[in-house]
């Protein structure tokens, strides 16, 4: 089944201490993307990769890393997590390059205390 | 900078009322206009793409339109599984998708 899959689902923590969100697409797709979403601000992209090693900010990406060293592997990586970054979290996989139609993974709730 | 807006924020409707969605857009080259659907708690899942003013795309229930400034999603005879919140989006920017804060739609049985 072609999908985008992300781990942990959920996941609480404290301030401070470094966590990886991973994800995966089995859809042979150059184009990843990852987003948060919150209350009354809507989807909002925080880094992308158009392929393989090539990576760039969205439009939240403080606190936030990424690396792209597998076509299949987009993880997100909060070094020092802090509780505005609590959110739900998605990544997403395009077949056709950025502005065109993205497929989302199932999400990861967030929770920093 | 491109801008999504969509209206109304949230909608009730009794099973079989029909309605319509709407996404007002600004965007310099359009490159797409998408919908999509997103559960509580899951992931938006794809609906459409609209490419150019006049078009037109139909799922099930479902029928979205596209004119030079919005675009309309219409329910038509909705049932309550067609409760979901819809989101707007467009192509156009290097560097993805514009989303608009969704319409969250509830069909009452």
């Known amino acids: 089944e072609a999908q985008v899959t992300q781990n942990p689902r959920y996941l609480i923590t404290v301030t401070g201490k470094k966590l990886t969100v991973t994800c995966s697409q089995n859809?042979?797709?150059?184009?990843m993307s990852w987003y948060r979403q919150d209350p009354g601000l809507g989807l909002r992209q925080i880094y992308y990769?158009?392929?393989?090693?090539?990576?760039d900010k969205g439009d939240v990406p403080e606190g936030y890393k990424v690396s792209r060293k597998e076509k299949r592997n987009f993880p997100l990586i909060l070094e020092s997590p802090s509780p505005n970054q609590t959110s739900l979290y998605f990544c997403?996989?395009?077949?056709?390059?950025?502005?065109?139609?993205?497929?989302f993974g199932p999400g990861t709730r967030l929770t920093v205390t | 900078e491109d801008q999504v807006t969509q209206s109304p924020e949230a909608l009730r409707l009794q099973e079989g009322e029909s309605s319509s969605l709407n996404c007002s857009y600004t965007?310099?080259?359009?490159?797409?206009l998408f919908w999509y659907r997103q559960d509580p708690g899951k992931g938006p899942e794809f609906l459409f793409t609209?490419?150019?003013a006049g078009e037109e795309k139909e799922k099930e229930r479902l029928k979205a339109t596209l004119t030079k400034k919005e675009s309309f999603l219409h329910i038509t005879a909705p049932k309550p599984e067609d409760s979901a919140t819809y989101l707007c989006?467009?192509?156009?920017?290097?560097?993805?998708?514009?989303f608009g804060k969704g319409t969250h739609l509830i069909i009452q049985p």
């Open positions: 997403a996989s395009s077949p056709l390059g950025p502005g065109y139609e993205q497929y």
């Open positions: 859809m042979n797709h150059e184009y």
């Open positions: 990769s158009m392929n393989v090693e090539v990576t």
């Open positions: 965007v310099s080259g359009l490159r797409g």
């Open positions: 609209l490419y150019s």
């Open positions: 989006a467009t192509g156009g920017g290097a560097d993805g998708l514009t």
